[in-house]
């Protein structure tokens, strides 16, 4: 028997064992009499096989109820048991879809607007590509993602899914070559010096260069909550690498982007996420990849942090002004007040 706040599902096996119990006849008597193996009887009294047109043929012969009888009570049982089980189903996705941001998704275009439970539930299964939510759970389902975030919650986690998803998604329609993370290598100067370009020069050529080393990137919107800024995950033939964009500063842009580069480059994809060794290694391979230490520290050393001898320095380096600030302040040299005229901000369509 199968319940839920609607439908009791009761399944022809609990009429069979009434006219069992009416004849005081064993399970084994009737399975005897009705040509059957007794683990099949067992099966069928608990619904757990369906009662077939033979069936009920025979249950016409041995309890000499009519087979239209038992058709009708097989069908009606299979129709309340699917409607219990999509109304449970329902029930339980409704909960998942209490801790994912679909408004903001909504607003994002990503699903459409709803204001039904029920509408978000069936939006919700149609954007995650899966039957019923609780799928979600399958972790063979979701990318091992490898990401930069300043904190893990609940709300963070679904946060992180929905908008993993989404860069799965755009990454479909991303022709890139095959993986070849050498050649990524040989590219990181090339992509380090893209720093001092505007977005709407450089955005183009990343995504061009990254593709012929088999990496998809894709920017997207910010998720309220997510505390994300990036996030890198392999899907099939390649590797997915998708950046946060909001009103953001170049030296945060970048960072997150060269952090990301490190997660590929260090090995830190396909595991179930993360280790705090991983998080501070890549971000170790971002700050040297930017700014090497040897450099910033002659650079600190001296002690001169106008902007005249920030923008000097970063001339000789080839990088863009803010990114030094960004150093100097997560460093301590200078207040992170100081200097943020020289940040650029970056706005980049999602």
Known sequence: MTRSRSYIAVPP????????????????EFASRMGMSEKHISRLINGEVQL?????????????????????????????????????SMDADAQIVKKL?????????WVPAARQINEKVIEMRKFFEVVELS????????????????????????????????AKLEARDIAVSPINLEKLTEYLPQIRKMTTMDPSAFCSALAGTLADCGIAIVFLPHIGGSFLHGATF??????????????KDADRFWFSLFHEMGHILL???????????????????AKETLIPSEL????????SFGEADIVRFADQIGIDPGIVVG?????????????NDLKTQYTISA
């Open 13 to 28: 096996g609990a009429t069979i064992k009434e006219q069992l119990e009416y004849r005081s006849m064993s399970q084994k």
């Open 52 to 88: 077939t047109t033979d069936v009920a043929n025979r249950l016409e012969m041995v309890l000499g109820l009519p087979a239209r009888f038992w058709n009708n009570l097989e069908a009606i049982y299979r129709d309340k048991l699917a409607k219990a089980e999509a109304e449970n």
């Open 101 to 109: 941001p679909y408004k903001e998704m909504a607003d994002n275009g």
């Open 135 to 166: 799928r979600l759970s399958d972790r063979k389902l979701l990318p091992k993602i490898a990401c930069r975030r300043l904190a893990v919650t609940e709300k963070a986690d679904y946060a992180l899914i929905a908008w993993a998803q989404k």
């Open 234 to 247: 392999y899907d099939k033939n390649k590797i997915v690498v998708g950046l946060t964009v909001r009103g």
């Open 267 to 285: 090995g830190h994809l396909n595991q179930n996420g993360t280790t705090e060794e991983d998080e501070q290694k890549a971000d170790e391979f």
């Open 296 to 303: 910033f520290a002659k650079f600190a050393a001296g002690n």
């Open 327 to 339: 150093r100097l302040q997560k460093d301590g040299y200078i207040k992170f007040s100081w200097h």
